[in-house]
């Protein structure tokens, strides 16, 4: 537990390995696994913060049958993940669990690196990735979290197996992140270490500065008036070289739109409105209120993320904490599609991708936890 607490803190704690909620990690013995619990943060994390499980009844999940419509299949899932739960408490395990199950190493750290998300959010990931690290990494191509992903991860790693004699260290998820496994955890760092080696020779440019600055507008002093249902939200603006490269124009801005993975939609949801700047103050404040009235209209919800032309971002939400969770998430969103350049070129999520994350009960339940 000591050293599951020690390599979850230090990657916790490293903004470019885990930004905001992100990731989790897990360490297995013969008969139980310790994971992070949903919600929990693995830069601060304790003992409290794992929840420990029953490997063999973990196993049910893995063989049994479950119901071909996806909410019940989801809920019938995690009813039998809570029942594999030996530890005291409340607390959820983490949606992965069972994937970190399968793995056949004694400690999983699962993270969704910045750099790594450049690769895996791109258009040419699989090629990528196959000439970065040959065929000792998996490649998984995008699969809907939960059940479906666990089958297709076990799938992947039986044909992994019987095609190289050993399981595999490195599984690489398109639009997601990276499963690093080993049984030490000195063994795990060179691992991350080698991967974060292998993409920096690929990527030829310095990132633009991200050393986020104050930004304030009328639109942030105003924000409450663009929309009744922002009437009791917060706001909050920055900009820094690395937003004004994406803000500059509505088409710079197109390379930045829409989530990459399913971490964006739970802090920022799936679409970022960008608004020009344009006309007198007056003008602006109009033109926004009728694109938040357009974006609530297309999407059925409110945007968290206001882009203004050449300046900056405003983020809006239910309180300052989560404001600042936001404009954390999608500053790594610029991020990733700035490094995805070096890749082929940023990859979003499908509308079909999106919408079941949108209407997942797991994530719902991150989005309330993140908030609390």
């Not at 969704?112 to 000439?131: D, F, I, Y």
């Not at 600055?213 to 939200?233: D, I, R, W």
């Not at 940023?346 to 919408?355: L, S, W």
């Amino acid at each position: 537990m000591k050293e599951l607490i020690e390599i979850s803190q230090f990657y916790g704690k490293n903004k470019a390995f885990v930004i905001a909620g992100g990731g989790n990690t897990s360490f297995k013995d013969d008969e139980h696994i310790w994971i992070k619990a949903s919600g929990v943060a693995l830069e601060t994390i304790d003992e409290e913060g794992f929840v420990c499980l029953s490997r063999e009844m973990l196993k049910v999940i893995a063989l049994k049958s479950y119901s071909a419509d996806s909410n019940q299949r989801e809920a019938e899932v995690k009813a039998d993940l809570a029942k594999s739960i030996v530890s005291d408490g409340n607390k959820r395990p983490s949606v992965e669990t069972s994937m970190h199950e399968v793995i056949d190493y004694s400690f999983v750290v699962h993270t969704h690196p910045t750099k790594v998300n450049g690769m895996m959010c791109s258009n040419n990931a699989k090629q990528v990735c196959l000439e970065l690290f040959g065929e000792e990494a998996l490649f998984i191509p995008y699969t809907d979290p939960g059940y479906v992903l666990f089958k297709k991860v076990v799938s992947e790693i039986e044909s992994f197996k019987a095609k190289q004699g050993y399981s595999p260290k490195m599984i690489f998820l398109e639009n997601h992140g990276v499963f690093v496994a080993a049984n030490t955890i000195e063994e795990i760092r060179g691992i991350y270490n080698l991967i974060m080696q292998k993409l920096d020779s690929r990527i030829q440019v310095k990132l633009p500065s991200d050393s986020p600055q104050p930004y304030s507008s009328a639109l942030v002093e105003k924000v409450k008036e663009l929309h009744p249902g922002f009437a009791t939200f917060s706001a909050l603006g920055r900009t820094s070289d690395l937003i004004k490269h994406f803000v500059s124009t509505g088409n710079s801005f197109k390379k930045a739109d829409t989530s990459f993975s399913p971490d964006d939609i739970v802090y920022c949801k799936a679409h970022y409105l960008f608004l020009d700047k344009e006309g007198n103050e007056k003008n602006q404040i109009e033109e926004a209120r009728q694109k938040i009235r357009d974006y609530f209209s297309k999407y059925g919800y409110l945007p968290k993320v206001l882009a203004i032309e050449g300046e900056g971002i405003i983020a809006v939400e239910e309180n300052i904490k989560s404001a600042e969770n936001v404009l954390e998430v999608f500053t790594n969103i610029l991020k990733i599609s700035f490094y995805s350049e070096y890749f082929g070129g940023p990859k979003f999520m499908t509308k079909e991708q999106i919408a079941f994350i949108d209407n997942w009960e797991v994530e719902n339940y991150r989005r309330k936890m993140a908030k609390a």
